[in-house]
């Protein structure tokens, strides 16, 4: 019997809109610099993992001025190296102080609290299950997700990003059940799928834009209403 769904984040429940990546190559352009969206794709999660990994030894909203300018200076020059353009610290510092002016909106997708409200109705435990490095409840306040979740774990809370066990046995350990009554919903085969089904926990994958459809050892879905066929 399944008595609690986990979702992960970012292209699960929501999205950047402008993508990330249009935001960056937006204000690359701006400063007469190129940068394909597509190859930023690939190089921001690279990215991502690096300023994870960080955080976790040293938490960077601690650090003194310098050494967090210096942090976020790398991220991008990891994130550009990543999608083949090489610039100065200086560079990435104006492309930074660009981004935080053009803006990241996070969005929902318009089939998120409907499912999230028919999931709670059935007295389902609903938690989030995601691979940031930032505290994730002013994140879900503004989205409107707070009074649907139960409980959020973050890879810098359980100090592992997916697919690594322990990142799903704290969201267990939360929802208080077992591996085999909970379903883990995530869009990414190798992050999502095995890493939930490397405790136990089953999985369904939100393909949304049809990328995955080698995939046929698990359930693959296009939208979040059909998680409730696998409850």
């Known amino acids: 019997m399944i008595k609690a769904v986990c979702f992960d984040l970012h292209a699960t429940l929501a999205h950047y809109q402008p993508s990330r990546e249009e935001v960056y ?4 352009h701006e400063l007469g610099l190129e940068v394909s969206p597509e190859a930023l794709r690939e ?6 993992a690096w300023w994870r990994e960080e955080n976790s030894r040293s938490p960077i909203s601690k650090k003194p001025p310098k050494e967090k300018t210096a ?11 990543g999608a083949g353009l090489e610039v100065s610290h200086d ?23 409907p499912t999230l409200k028919l ?7 609903l938690g989030l299950i995601s691979n940031v490095g930032i505290d994730t409840d002013s994140i879900c306040k503004d989205l409107g997700l707070q009074p649907y979740l139960d409980f959020q774990v973050t890879s810098f809370e ?4 997916k697919p690594h066990p322990e990142i799903f046995l704290t969201a267990l350990e939360k929802a208080q059940v077992k591996a085999e009554e909970a379903i883990y919903v995530g869009d990414q085969y190798d992050l999502d ?20 459809t080698n995939v046929t050892d698990c359930p693959r879905i296009h939208s979040l209403t059909e998680v409730v066929e696998y409850i």
């Open 25 to 28: 190559a937006t204000a690359c």
């Open 43 to 48: 190089s921001l999660p690279q990215a991502d």
């Open 71 to 81: 942090a976020y200076s790398e991220y991008v020059l990891r994130a550009l190296r």
């Open 91 to 113: 560079v990435a510092l104006q492309i930074l102080t660009k981004i935080f002016q053009n803006g990241l909106k996070f969005e929902l997708y318009d089939d998120a609290l």
């Open 119 to 125: 999931l709670k109705e059935r007295n389902l435990i």
């Open 158 to 161: 359980a100090g592992h990003d």
């Open 193 to 212: 799928v095995v890493g939930a089904r490397g405790v136990g926990m089953k999985a369904v994958l939100i393909d949304r834009n049809d990328s995955f």
